[in-house]
Every structure is written in C-alpha cells, then in structure tokens.
C-alpha cells in the first residue's frame, strides 16, 4: 500500500479525541454517598452494562469516522504489478530496469511529479521478483554526480542482488534538464545483455511516453521514409536475446506554455551607447487557449516597461508544430555597463516549470575601433579624393558613435607590430597588402585569433600580386582569387537587393525598405574566380549582370573572417559613397562581422564549459546558479596555456566566474579579476510534453514489446496498476457518522422511556 498524502496520515491522532472525551466524562463527579439516592443506585445498576455498551458503541462508531477520515485524505492505494513478472518461482528472473528522468519528468500531475510517479512504479516492480533475482538500473540522464555528470543514458547498477541500494538509487534521482533519446538508452543496455543466460530476462521500460523520447524529432519526412528506425532496430537485437520488453507508462498528459528561445533581434555584440532588442519565443504546446505574462528582467532586475500579456492560440489537433509568439523587449546599455550582463525572459508559473524562465548572458563592449588602411591617400587630380574618405564619414557618425575610425597609409601600416588592438582593419585598394612574410603571418595571425578583416579593390589592386600575397594557392586570406577588373566608361550594373542571404543584408533587401534603399550603378568591378564552399568560402551579394558576378564574398579563417568588396569604396567605379546603400552596407558590415557572438556564454544542460586562461591566469572559480561554489578542474598542459573544461552544467540559470591574475612583479599590485556569466538552459525540444499515445506504440511495435495496458493495467491511477481507495474511505466515514447519529438518537430516546 502507498499513500498519496501521507502527511495526512498524522490525522489519525485526532481519532483520540472521542477516547480522551469517554474517559474524562467517566471521571467528572466525585462520588458522593446520599441515602435518599440510594433506591436510584439500585434501579440504575440493573440497566448499568446495556448502558456501557451503549457508550462503548458511540465511541467505536466516532473514532471509527475519524480514523476513516484521516486515511481517506492520505489517499491510500493499493497496488498490483502491471508487468506479471512471476519472481518467487522455479524460473529466476534478471530485471532490467529503465528510467526515464528526462526534462518532461519534471511536470506536475496533481500532488506528485511524473518522476516522482516513475520512481515508485519502478520500486514496486522490484516487490514482483524474487529477493535473491538480480536487477540492473539503467537511467536515460546521468546526473547523479555533478562533478562527471554527461546526461546521457548509464548503467547505474549491474546485477545487483542488493534491491534496497537499488530502491535507495531510485528515491535519490532527480529529473535531468535533457531531453532522452529512448534508442540510445536501449543501445546502452543491449551492450550489457548477454545473448545466453539461464535466467529469464525481463526489461521495463518506465517513461513518462514523451513522443521527444521516442520519435527523434528535426526528421524530414523523405529522410524518416528511407531510414532505419533506431528504436526498432535495438528492440529487435533486444529481442533476438531472448528478453521481453515492457513499456509501462507513468504519469499523465500536462498542458504546458514554454519560453523556448530568448536572442538578441539583431546578430552582433553589443556595443555601449546602444539600444538593443531581444526576442523571446513562447509557445503554447496545449490543446486549450492561454493568456500568458511575459516579463523581462536584466541583471535580475527590471529595466522600464517589462511586462506584456501574449495570446496563445491552441496547438491544433494532430497537428505536429505547436503554435508561438515572439515578445520584443528592448533595453538601452549606457556608457558604465561594459561587462557580462543577463536577460531573463519569465512567464507565468505552470505544471512544469523548467521551461518558465530563459535567460540569455552576453558582454557589452567598448566601441568599435576600425583601422582603415588608405591604399590611395594622396591622389592626383584636382577633384580626386581619398580612398577611405567616404568610409570614414560613413562609420564615425559623431564623436562618441559606436564606431571609431583610425585611417593609416600603407606604409605606416606595415610598420605596425601587432593588430589586436583593432576590431575590424580595412585594406582599401592597397597595391601591396602583405609585402613580405613578417606582414603575411601578421594577417593570419590576427585574422586566426578572431579578427575581421575588409578587403576593397580599386585601379591600385594588381590580381597577380594580390593572388601571390593573399590567395597563395588556396591557403591565404583571400576568399577568391582575383582574375582581371571590368572597367567601361558608363556605369552599366547594379547590387543584387532582391534576396536575403546574409545578416549583412537583412535590412538592405528588406520588402519594406525597398523604396528607401536603392542600389546606385557600377561602370566596373573585379571579377573572380570559383568561389569554393570547401574552403569556407562563400557569396554574400551579387550583382545584376547576366552572369550574377560575386559582388560581396565572405570568407571564415580560424576564429575570424576576411571579407572581399569587389568594387571600391570611393567614387571612382561607381556611386557607393554618398548613397544609403553604401552608408548601410558599410554600418553593417562592421558590426556583423566583427561580432564573436554569445554561444560560449550560453550553454544546453550538460553542455561543457570551456575557457582558456592567459599567461597571468592565477585562480579560476566558478558558482552555481544558487551560489554554491563549484569544483573546476583547471588543465595546464606543458605545451599549449591553461585551460578549463567544466562538465557540471546540469542545473538550469545563470553561472558566476571568476579569474583571478597574478601580479607582474612585486612592485606593481595584480589587476582586479575579469567577473562573467554564463548561463544553461534546457533545450526547448523537452518542452513538447506531447505523449504518444499507447495504440501507436502497439502498431509500430506490437512485434516486439508488451505496453503495460495490456495487462490489465488501470491508466487512471498512477499507471502502475494501482486502486485509489480514498473514496470508498470517505463513504464509509460518512456512514459511520451517520450510524452515530441515529445511534445516538435511539439511545436517547431510550434512556427516556427508562
């Protein structure tokens, strides 16, 4: 028997309260002899034992009610085994248990979570073996130990004869924010189930039927029509060893709301001085309507207006996408918020919670500093202007913008030692960009650490020089390799801004901006070679020629990029400078490309936490969402610098670190410690608590596995076969009380006649 609510059970004391009563009552009067009462005394004990069992009765008939009462709001329940495992007999049995404590185990059924319902089905299938019959415990998310937990399925105990560590193991689970892949939990246990054995093998399965777990979702349908199924696949080897499986089903159908993404509008860092836009995306995965309060919090607290009521639509039925909104919120970075920041995305609480909060960590950076390389500072001719003029009024819109522009000649550019001080260096129409090996690998270099780099053309670019310098075969910066520039006296080509196929681009080709940003005409460009995906390379924008020539091509080298415009900056192939293309065109391209993203800093559920020290690295700490301190373990290998690699990231919110410095010498203090945020969230695929319902599961796998409905298992009561006696407990206290009162009517009346 199991109790629902056994904290209901300590009602059961308030049955001495009738027994307290009858006692005190008997010792309420003194005795006291009177000789004028004396013939009562005689009259009175003839009928003194009908009347105590009288008392007796009314006593028996209110504790009665009361005991009843209590046990029927602890809710008892009586349990049969769902599985008919048979243990106790001649043929001995080896158990293999499988648990799912996925993300959805999480959500709230009434009084108890679906694991909380799981853990108990399982315990109890231990009761339907013999005690001497081994059991294995396999569970779908590992996350017993923080300091090695993966998430991923694992064998916990193997033939364990010990059933009380095995009950301990259970009572100690806890749901794991992932989502459960039920193939590759049964691919972990058909590695330990033996193809001979003198024991019957019987594996249950106890899952909450999450369709997540079962069907692996991100599947276009041409692909699932022509692919193995994995599920069938391992029952099937499951089943050529001789084991039975058996699905039992825990916990029930909960309607959920979910905020399933939180982003920034716009893909770029911020910058200080700016006004930024996040999106949350919720979802409604409910057959009902729902009204929903979204509210936004940065640093934890509220910024302004942060509050907005979303409508939900229904997720129709039988339908596989669930219907979303996304809720704008926008927050303005001032000039002292430079540092790591949070976003929170909440809504209202409901059944499962994981899922109700999403939050999102990111840096606010200094401005943006571009050095601009002028390959044609000082041309002739009297209307003749620089070829980085216009670039640097395009980009430094005022004095303290966003983006600060230092412009440099060739010549002094190549005397520069090192280029990290730069978030973006534009080569603009240089004859020479890497005239020498030494400038060569300082390119790379900087380009390899994460650097962006801009590359113009112009009647100063040699193809041959340039191919020589920076396409080296394949192996250089360039995108392309340069071929011959198409120079014609009238301008005769434009932009291509009917497509959006790059961030770069999104406002530019933007339906709505069409009036606005209008592509000016070309008399001539450089024209290229293949373009090649294989070495990264790529086409950002084209132009409207017959042979769409690439107009803008990208290129990823290491942690950075190189882009190549393969016109100029400056008016003398065409009329980019000065018009709103080539003003937004420039804008955007600096912040895209200079932008690292966010996607160190927010992590899924047991995604590792990596981060690499500096020579001055002198201590590393990291705390967990509550403020406990965690335990990283810090790499120094011999021949590359520090590093750590932190794997605890099993608990869901926003994680504070800490790396301390040494000091340079003993004259000069060491700097303050670099303080971050990173933060874990579930992945939004656990949100869908759709389940699949038992009749698909037999006609996929009727074959192959037994689904604990059909054997005789009752689905309303805990799904483990199990009868809630609290009503019938209630309708027998109510007779009871009844039963008093017409008792106690009669006796009444009695006594009066009497």
């Known amino acids: 028997m199991q109790f629902l609510n056994p904290l209901m059970l300590w009602g059961l004391g308030a049955a001495a309260v009738p027994i307290v009563i009858h006692l005190l009552n008997r010792r309420r009067y003194r005795r006291q002899r009177w000789a004028a009462m004396?013939?009562?005394?005689?009259?009175?004990?003839?009928?003194?034992?009908?009347?105590?069992?009288?008392?007796?009765?009314?006593?028996?008939?209110?504790?009665?009610?009361?005991?009843?009462?209590?046990?029927?709001?602890?809710?008892?329940?009586?349990?049969?085994?769902?599985?008919?495992?048979?243990?106790?007999?001649?043929?001995?049995?080896?158990?293999?248990?499988?648990?799912?404590?996925?993300?959805?185990?999480?959500?709230?059924?009434?009084?108890?979570?679906?694991?909380?319902?799981?853990?108990?089905?399982?315990?109890?299938?231990?009761?339907?073996?013999?005690?001497?019959?081994?059991?294995?415990?396999?569970?779908?998310?590992?996350?017993?130990?923080?300091?090695?937990?993966?998430g991923l399925p694992r064998v916990l105990v193997r033939e364990s004869r010990d059933h009380d560590k095995v009950r301990r193991l259970l009572s100690e689970l806890r749901t794991a924010p992932a989502r459960a892949d039920l193939a590759d939990t049964l691919e972990k246990l058909d590695e330990i189930v033996p193809d001979v054995d003198g024991r019957e093998k019987r594996i249950a399965v106890v899952t909450d039927m999450q369709r997540a777990t079962i069907d692996r979702p991100n599947i276009d349908a041409a692909t699932a029509s022509s692919a193995v199924d994995p599920l069938r696949a391992v029952l099937e080897r499951l089943k050529s060893k001789g084991a039975t499986v058996v699905f039992a089903p825990a916990g029930r159908q909960v309607d959920n709301v979910g905020v399933v993404a939180l982003r920034p509008e716009e893909k770029r860092d911020v910058v200080q001085g700016q006004t930024v836009a996040?999106?949350?995306?919720?979802?409604?995965?409910?057959?009902?309507?729902?009204?929903?309060?979204?509210?936004?919090?940065?640093?934890?607290?509220?910024?302004?207006?942060?509050?907005?009521?979303?409508?939900?639509?229904?997720?129709?039925?039988?339908?596989?996408?669930?219907?979303?909104?996304?809720?704008?919120?926008?927050?303005?970075?001032?000039?002292?918020?430079?540092?790591?920041?949070?976003?929170?995305?909440?809504?209202?609480?409901?059944?499962?919670?994981?899922?109700?909060?999403?939050?999102?960590?990111?840096?606010?950076?200094?401005?943006?500093?571009?050095?601009?390389?002028?390959?044609?500072?000082?041309?002739?001719?009297?209307?003749?202007?620089?070829?980085?003029?216009?670039?640097?009024?395009?980009?430094?819109?005022?004095?303290?913008?966003?983006?600060?522009?230092?412009?440099?000649?060739?010549?002094?550019?190549?005397?520069?030692?090192?280029?990290?001080?730069?978030?973006?260096?534009?080569?603009?129409?240089?004859?020479?960009?890497?005239?020498?090996?030494?400038?060569?690998?300082?390119?790379?270099?900087?380009?390899?650490?994460?650097?962006?780099?801009?590359?113009?053309?112009?009647?100063?670019?040699?193809?041959?020089?340039?191919?020589?310098?920076?396409?080296?075969?394949?192996?250089?910066?360039?995108?392309?390799?340069?071929?011959?520039?198409?120079?014609?006296?009238?301008?005769?080509?434009?932009?291509?801004?009917?497509?959006?196929?790059?961030?770069?681009?999104?406002?530019?080709?933007?339906?709505?901006?069409?009036?606005?940003?209008?592509?000016?005409?070309?008399?001539?460009?450089?024209?290229?070679g293949d373009v090649d995906p294989a070495r990264g390379s790529s086409v950002v924008m084209t132009y409207t020629d017959l042979n769409t020539r690439p107009a803008l091509v990208e290129r990823r080298f290491g942690r950075g990029r190189t882009l190549l415009l393969t016109t100029t900056i400056d008016d003398l192939w065409g009329k980019l400078p000065g018009s709103y293309v080539g003003l937004a065109l420039l804008y955007e391209t600096v912040f895209v490309v200079t932008s690292h993203g966010n996607s160190e800093s927010n992590l899924s559920a047991f995604q590792p936490f990596v981060r690499t020290f500096p020579s001055s690295f002198g201590g590393f700490e990291i705390k967990y969402p509550d403020g406990t301190p965690a335990r990283p373990q810090v790499e120094t290998p011999p021949d590359a610098p520090s590093f750590v690699s932190f794997t605890g990231t099993d608990r869901l919110g926003v994680y504070r670190t800490a790396m301390e410095f040494r000091a340079p010498d003993v004259l000069t203090p060491a700097p303050p410690p670099d303080l971050s945020l990173f933060t874990v969230n579930m992945s939004p695929l656990e949100s869908d608590l759709q389940r699949i319902e038992l009749e698909e599961i037999k006609a996929r796998y009727s074959d192959l596995l037994v689904v604990a409905d059909d054997v005789n298992l009752t689905p309303a009561a805990a799904i483990a076969g199990q009868t809630e006696l609290h009503v019938n407990l209630l309708l027998a206290a109510l007779l009871c009380l009844l039963a008093e009162v017409a008792v106690a009517r009669w006796i009444g009346q009695r006594r009066i006649q009497t």
């Open 278 to 528: 996040f999106l949350a995306e919720i979802v409604n995965f409910s057959a009902r309507p729902q009204r929903v309060e979204v509210r936004f919090l940065v640093d934890g607290e509220e910024r302004g207006d942060t509050a907005a009521w979303v409508e939900l639509p229904p997720r129709a039925v039988g339908g596989a996408a669930a219907p979303a909104r996304t809720q704008r919120f926008t927050v303005r970075f001032e000039e002292d918020d430079l540092g790591s920041h949070v976003v929170e995305a909440r809504i209202s609480a409901d059944s499962f919670a994981l899922d109700d909060t999403r939050s999102l960590a990111f840096d606010v950076r200094p401005r943006l500093r571009v050095l601009a390389v002028d390959g044609d500072m000082y041309p002739a001719g009297a209307t003749a202007v620089a070829e980085t003029q216009f670039l640097e009024a395009a980009l430094a819109l005022r004095d303290e913008g966003p983006i600060s522009v230092h412009v440099v000649d060739d010549t002094e550019f190549q005397t520069m030692r090192s280029l990290d001080d730069w978030d973006l260096v534009i080569l603009a129409n240089v004859a020479r960009p890497a005239p020498d090996d030494a400038g060569r690998q300082r390119l790379e270099t900087y380009v390899r650490r994460g650097g962006a780099l801009l590359l113009t053309v112009g009647d100063k670019t040699l193809p041959d020089v340039w191919n020589r310098e920076l396409w080296i075969d394949g192996m250089g910066l360039l995108p392309a390799p340069l071929e011959a520039a198409d120079v014609r006296d009238e301008p005769w080509l434009q932009l291509d801004l009917g497509e959006n196929r790059h961030p770069i681009l999104r406002d530019l080709t933007d339906p709505g901006n069409s009036a606005f940003f209008q592509s000016p005409f070309f008399s001539g460009f450089m024209k290229l």
């Open 38 to 150: 004396e013939w009562l005394l005689l009259a009175a004990k003839e009928n003194q034992r009908r009347f105590r069992l009288e008392s007796l009765l009314l006593l028996l008939l209110r504790t009665a009610a009361i005991l009843l009462l209590a046990l029927a709001l602890s809710r008892p329940v009586l349990s049969a085994s769902p599985l008919a495992l048979g243990g106790g007999g001649a043929q001995r049995i080896h158990l293999f248990l499988v648990v799912d404590n996925s993300g959805s185990s999480a959500a709230r059924s009434g009084l108890r979570t679906t694991l909380e319902s799981t853990t108990i089905i399982a315990a109890e299938l231990l009761a339907e073996i013999g005690s001497d019959d081994p059991v294995t415990l396999v569970v779908t998310n590992d996350n017993l130990s923080p300091d090695r937990a993966s």
